[in-house]
T-cell receptor
Framework: DAGVIQSPRHEVTEMGQEVTLRCKPI?????LFWYRQTMMRGLELLIY????????DSGMPEDRFSAKMPNASFSTLKIQPSEPRDSAVYFC????????????FGPGTRLTVL | AQTVTQSQPEMSVQEAETVTLSCTYD???????LFWYKQPPSRQMILVIR??????QNATENRFSVNFQKAAKSFSLKISDSQLGDAAMYFC??????????FGKGTHLIIQP
């Protein structure tokens, strides 16, 4: 089992540019989550999907952020246009359910917006 | 909204000793789930232990155990026989019925050799 795969691992971009982060969940997992980690705000849930359908996007900070899950094995988180305050580590996680089910996290993407 | 509070930004313990990390949470729900995750410098998030709110018995995983006090809304993590590999950030997390995880701000655990 390869675990949750995220790409790229590091991204450096300039303010105003579009950024796309990618995630491949563990095969068979029907829940996918996007989190953001910063020193100031800690780990925050941005959005989660169930069977490719967005269920809760209340954590998405603003319209510049969008997430999609076109199929069970791929999700993207897009920021357009990017701003320096978007600099953070973005984690993708997947699980087979909610409740007590373990969320398996990817290695994260460190985004730096200059 | 649920909140999770970890009041200890940093803790230090001697190798082989026992340390307890604190976590409190605020919720109006009666059924929920609690987790402790470990994040070493590699930044990988690793599940340490988990507990269902309606189970009275405290969860245990080898050297890791919790003290769950539902009335006090407290979920502390005890690490026995601390090892150098336990050094990491530890995050307490809460989940309601149909939610993602709500995390505390974390406790940085230092193991003194």
């Amino acid at each position: 089992d390869a675990g949750v795969i995220q790409s790229p691992r590091h991204e450096v971009t300039e303010m105003g540019q579009e950024v796309t982060l990618r995630c491949k969940p563990i095969s068979g997992h029907d829940y996918l989550f996007w989190y953001r980690q910063t020193m100031m705000r800690g780990l925050e849930l941005l959005i989660y999907f169930n069977n490719n359908v967005p269920i809760d996007d209340s954590g998405m900070p603003e319209d510049r952020f969008s997430a999609k899950m076109p199929n069970a094995s791929f999700s993207t988180l897009k920021i357009q246009p990017s701003e320096p305050r978007d600099s953070a580590v973005y984690f993708c996680a997947s699980s087979t359910g909610l409740g007590l089910n373990e969320q398996f996290f990817g290695p994260g993407t460190r985004l730096t917006v200059l | 909204a649920q909140t999770v509070t970890q009041s200890q930004p940093e803790m230090s313990v001697q190798e082989a000793e026992t340390v307890t990390l604190s976590c409190t949470y605020d919720t109006s729900e009666s059924d929920y789930y609690l987790f402790w995750y470990k994040q070493p410098p590699s930044r990988q998030m690793i599940l340490v232990i988990r507990q269902e709110a309606y189970k009275q018995q405290n969860a245990t995983e080898n050297r890791f155990s919790v003290n769950f006090q539902k009335a006090a809304k407290s979920f502390s993590l005890k690490i026995s026989d601390s090892q150098l590999g336990d050094a990491a950030m530890y995050f307490c997390a809460y989940r309601g019925g149909a939610d993602g995880l709500t995390f505390g701000k974390g406790t940085h655990l230092i193991i003194q050799p």
